[in-house]
Nanobody, 118 residues
């Protein structure tokens, strides 16, 4: 059984930084696309960033230039470095493990709260 456990969320002032981690267990993630999603109250879950097994990255327009997704396959861990945080970044952040063969997302973490105060 695959488990994804996020950590690193918290309360930060606008302009500050946080680093989220997602530790995977139950299987190695090196062959899978991995992603970070977020869901704000009253809004749909949205993709923030994803990274392929080869290290290619993709970002939502709203976070480009501020967030960086990375992975450490040796540690079986996914990261999201978030800089210059804005109040509109406030949400629950989830990591997800994608299918090797397609575009679907197979497993999700439980989420970590990020709150940015103005």
């Amino acid at each position: 059984q695959v488990q994804l456990v996020e950590s690193g969320g918290g309360l930060v002032q606008a302009g500050g930084s946080l680093r989220l981690s997602c530790a995977a267990s139950g299987r190695t993630i090196s062959s899978n696309r991995m992603g970070w999603f977020r869901q704000a109250p009253g809004k749909q879950r949205e993709l923030v960033a994803d990274i392929t097994s080869g290290g290619s990255t993709n970002y939502a327009d709203s976070v480009k230039g501020r967030f960086t997704i990375s992975r450490d396959n040796a540690q079986n861990t996914l990261y999201l470095q978030m800089n210059t945080l804005k109040p509109e970044d406030t949400a629950v952040y989830y990591c997800a493990l994608g299918s090797i063969w397609g575009s679907s997302w197979l497993y999700w973490g439980q989420g970590t709260q990020v709150t940015v105060s103005s």
